[in-house]
């Protein structure tokens, strides 16, 4: 399956047991949506909360947001029957907890096996059994509708028995390698939450740590938090002008069929020019929705 090109920079986690939420989710200027069935629902409100995710997704009104939904692990008493119901009402994707292993992807692949074709498979890493075999993981997008990783640093931190400070040094070896797996096999890959949502310089902070390690963009637990990390992760003015001065470039006559050439006085090859192509796909995205 092609992925669209289109903005990730922000993903929401909202609790689908929330009406509230769940109207404001139309209206945010998060990229994505992710109504959650899992974390954030208490156990008694599971099957309703479920019923009003695949309400949700039937309604629509979600604009250009991507809408995904995560479920419960497929262990758990209400895993099967949130597969199912997914599975029927088919959002952009669902979004798995606690994956480990291969395997454990190829199950969830097996269990969305009726969803429409545009439904993807996004999983959680935050596991430490996961992370030696990441690549591993990540080769199953070849031959399932796996598309994504997104980060669970507060489960991982419970997990290594680790200190989540704003530095998250602990984390910065499991967030590399979580990156180039994806990357090698061309998944999305967000980044995950920060806790600080008062505080939103820290907020800003930790988006900036999370780009510079080549995050599509980072996942949320506030909508306060949406507008910074939109800023982090939209391409600057100066990265426009440089992508639309190699895409012009390269399009010169004198130009076709070279690999490397030079912009304004720097070497530019031809893997900045998908970059630059890309970057610009992006932005215009984004400019069509401000």
Request: with cysteine; proline share 6%; net charge negative.
């Amino acid at each position: 399956m092609t992925d669209p090109i289109r903005p990730r920079r922000s993903a929401l986690f909202l609790p689908a047991s929330n009406p509230k939420a769940l109207a404001k989710a139309r209206e945010l200027l998060a990229d994505v949506v992710i109504l959650d069935l899992e974390d954030a629902v208490a156990p008694e409100h599971k099957d309703s909360a479920r019923a009003a995710a695949v309400a949700a997704v039937h309604e629509g009104g979600f604009g250009r947001r991507e809408l995904v939904v995560r479920s419960n692990g497929m262990t758990t008493p209400w895993g099967a029957d949130d597969l199912a119901a997914l599975a029927a009402a088919g959002p952009d994707a669902v979004l798995v907890p606690k994956v480990s292993s291969a395997q454990e992807v190829r199950a969830y692949d097996a269990a969305l096996a009726g969803a429409p074709p545009h439904t993807r498979l996004w999983i959680m890493i935050e596991t430490c059994a996961c992370v030696p075999v990441l690549h591993e993981i990540a080769a199953c997008g070849a031959d399932t509708r796996l598309a994504g990783f997104v980060l669970g640093t507060n489960d991982l931190s419970k997990e290594m028995h680790a200190r989540l400070t704003p530095a998250r040094t602990p984390f910065l070896p499991i967030l590399t390698m979580a990156v180039t797996a994806a990357r090698a096999h061309g998944l999305i890959v967000l980044d995950g939450v920060c806790n600080e949502f008062r505080d939103l310089e820290v907020v800003r902070a930790e988006a900036e740590q999370g780009l510079d390690f080549g995050f599509d963009g980072k996942s949320l637990i506030h909508p306060d938090q949406i507008g910074p990390v939109n800023a982090v992760f939209s391409p600057s003015a100066d990265q426009i002008s440089w992508a639309k001065a190699v895409v012009a470039a390269f399009a010169l006559p004198e130009n076709v069929g070279k690999g490397a050439i030079r912009v304004d006085g720097k070497m530019a090859e031809l893997l900045h020019l998908d970059q630059a192509q890309r970057l610009l796909a992006v932005a215009a995205v984004i400019s069509a929705d401000t």
